[in-house]
């Protein structure tokens, strides 16, 4: 698997093409196809998704991006097939599930479309053209050689999302850096990606561990609840909450060098602005594209965090 | 509503009185054995701290809950409560942060009845659609589970809506995590709902009118009960019930996201069930609807709070003991 470090590519990326290609009048049709905004992470997908086609149909006056919401895997693959008929170049995508979205992604690709699949990886891999996502495992791991490293020895609890492919990787991620060391997993627990389940959680936690010294939770709307239940409690014992994915209001706590919350670790919706300007780049500029791209799970501390704030996202 | 004038309940009040103690018990009993149970798991479980924390965070599901009982024992149901949660928090917020008013504080108390006009207005729009539009109150409140669901994610643009002013955020946090003679400050709402919920049920004329509409609609139509009148004051009340919790739920995260109040509408109706109210209509118990509420809560804490049980399994086991608290209780009906 090649990897690239990429980071966010998003606005470096699209000034420079704007620079290079403003006269191009070559006309392209693109479709992206996303998730509806159903929780933080997949709003921030379609802001950015919204944003990085703002700025590449100024940067390419013949391009043309049609941006679609669906709320579930069937609805998806209803609108598959209408952005399909209309006749599109390419897709970029980010499939709700592998399984219900293989075949219809299948019946795009063999109308001669170029595929780009985003975050989550269809069952068959040959039917893309380009893949980009986020590093799970990498999540996982990132955070737990911080904790390793920084406090040597120690108690953390876990709150895990929900019981997915994407939360095993990042466990197993997890697990896998702590793995002989003196950090000590005291309970794991699946709080849904959910500021409410992860608060009641963490009280819970509280009531049952007279010391923990440090809880990850792999996801900053949980981290949200995770904070506050500490704070209700007023309890001190608790040296830092990781979490992770890079939501603004947890990238402004590191920036602003909050004790609680050193560091995030980034899982960054922009992934789908990477793809549609990877996506836009082979009809523009004849650059190879095809393979697999896959953004580090960048550890954002006070130092770089300021790169990583988009005030305006709703994530 | 308010009206007290006592009208003579000549159809089986004798008769509820008798089987009162019975079944309103069940559910306490089911309590108690939870309670156990939670010793057994953890000896921190019955710590204060603990069992006050389960409190307070049952209180939105409560809360509601009671709202949900007036609309069970008239025969409806509202399955939009927890979106509309959502959606009151949002516009709740939307407001609190438009600094319409001058004064934090004068601004924190119209916030306060914006969001209860604005529940209001929710469950008078499920109530005119089902009463005049005569349509099944599951499917009517199944779509306004879409649209005030689907508005909340416009209103925070697929993220959060956050309050802005860390001032009023302050100000206003005491609400959930303040404590007035002892017990935290939604314990109190939970007490001051429950009491006026139990008084409007239970000794007014529009609470008896209630469970005659639930019980038998043509009976109670034929007895000059405006049949539609009631069925849609309940889903007003439904929707000021909604707008209470929010107003408990919001200082507590100071933010509404496009996830609050998910599956709220079933926890609420389990907590009507387990606490003795019958889903078809016709019996209304406040306290039990309470009881009820504090056990779904109890039965997730007891389950973190536990080592046996596999983080995966959690479900299985929580839905396990919901079925068997059940059980108990229908067998204590029986015996006596």
């Known amino acids: 698997m090649r990897k690239l470090l990429i980071g966010l590519a998003g606005a470096a990326l699209a000034s420079t093409m704007t620079f290079a290609y403003a006269q191009d009048k070559k006309e392209v049709n693109i479709a992206v196809s996303i998730p509806a905004a159903d929780h933080g992470w997949t709003g921030g997908v379609v802001y950015h998704a919204e944003r990085a086609a703002k700025l590449l149909e100024a940067a390419h006056p013949g391009l043309k991006i049609t941006i679609k919401t669906s709320p579930d895997g069937a609805s998806q693959a209803n609108a598959l097939e209408d952005l399909t008929t209309q006749g599109i170049d390419a897709l970029v995508t980010l499939p709700h599930n592998s399984d219900e979205l293989t075949d219809p992604l299948r019946q795009v690709k063999e109308k001669g479309v170029f595929v780009t699949v985003v975050d989550r990886a269809l069952s068959d891999p040959t039917i893309q053209d380009l893949y980009v996502a986020g590093n799970n495992p990498e999540l996982g791991r990132v955070a737990g050689e911080y904790l390793k490293d920084t406090l040597k020895t120690g108690d953390v609890v876990v709150i895990r999302g929900l019981p997915i492919v994407i939360d095993e990787e990042r466990q197993k991620g997890f697990d896998d850096a702590i793995a002989g060391s003196g950090i000590k997993v005291l309970d794991k627990q699946f709080g849904n990606w959910s500021r409410d389940d992860a608060f009641k959680i963490m009280q819970d936690y509280l009531t049952k561990f007279p010391k923990i010294d440090a809880v990850w939770c792999q996801d900053d709307d949980m981290a949200v609840g995770v904070l506050e239940a500490i704070s209700q409690a007023k309890r001190t014992d608790i040296k830092m909450v990781i979490g992770g994915a890079g939501m603004k209001d947890m990238i402004k706590r590191v920036a602003d060098g909050d004790a609680m919350t050193p560091i995030n670790v980034l899982y960054p919706p922009s992934m789908i602005a990477t793809a549609m300007e990877l996506t836009v780049a082979n009809f523009y500029d004849q650059v190879p594209v095809r393979g697999k791209y896959i953004l580090d799970a960048t550890l954002v501390t006070k130092d770089n965090a300021k790169e990583f704030y988009f005030p305006d996202s709703p994530f | ?336």
């Open chain 2, 1 to 336: 509503m308010t009206d007290t004038k006592t009208i003579t309940d000549t159809r089986g009040f004798g008769r509820k009185l008798a089987d009162l103690d019975k079944t309103a018990v069940a559910p306490f009993l089911a309590l108690a054995a939870l309670f156990v149970l939670g010793a057994l798991v953890n000896p921190n479980f019955l710590s204060i701290d603990n069992l006050l924390n389960v409190l307070t965070r049952s209180s939105f599901i409560a809360i509601i809950a009671i709202g949900a009982t007036f609309v069970i024992s008239a025969g409806g149901l509202d399955l939009s409560v927890g979106s509309m949660a959502a959606l009151v928090a949002g516009i709740m917020i939307l407001f609190l942060n438009s600094g319409a008013i001058d004064g934090d504080m004068a601004m924190l108390a119209t916030g306060i009845v914006v969001a209860i006009g604005v529940g209001a207005l929710a469950g008078l729009l499920n109530g005119a659609v089902i009463t005049i539009g005569k349509i099944e109150p599951f499917i009517v409140t199944l779509g306004t589970m879409a649209i005030f669901r689907s508005v909340t994610v416009w209103l925070a643009d697929g993220g959060s809506i956050a309050m802005k002013s860390i001032a009023m955020r302050n100000m206003f946090r005491p609400v959930y995590t303040g404590v007035f003679l002892g017990l935290p400050i939604p314990v109190w709402v939970i007490i001051a709902a429950g009491l006026l919920g139990a008084f409007i049920l239970y000794k007014t004329s529009f609470g008896r009118h209630v469970v005659a509409v639930g019980s038998n609609e043509d009976v109670a139509k034929y007895s000059g009960i405006h049949v539609n009148r009631v069925r849609a004051m309940t889903y007003i009340i439904q929707g000021i019930c909604v707008a209470i919790a929010v107003v408990v739920y919001v200082p507590r995260l100071g933010a509404a996201t496009t996830t609050t109040g998910m599956l709220w509408e079933l926890q609420a109706i389990t907590a009507v069930v387990i606490g003795g109210t019958a889903l078809r209509g016709g019996v209304g118990r406040i306290w039990g609807t309470i009881c009820g509420a504090f056990m779904l809560e109890i039965v997730g804490n007891i389950m973190v709070l536990s080592n046996i049980v596999s983080e995966y399994l959690i479900g299985a086991v929580q839905g396990t003991i919901i079925i068997i608290a059940m059980l108990v209780q229908r067998t204590l009906q029986k015996k006596k």
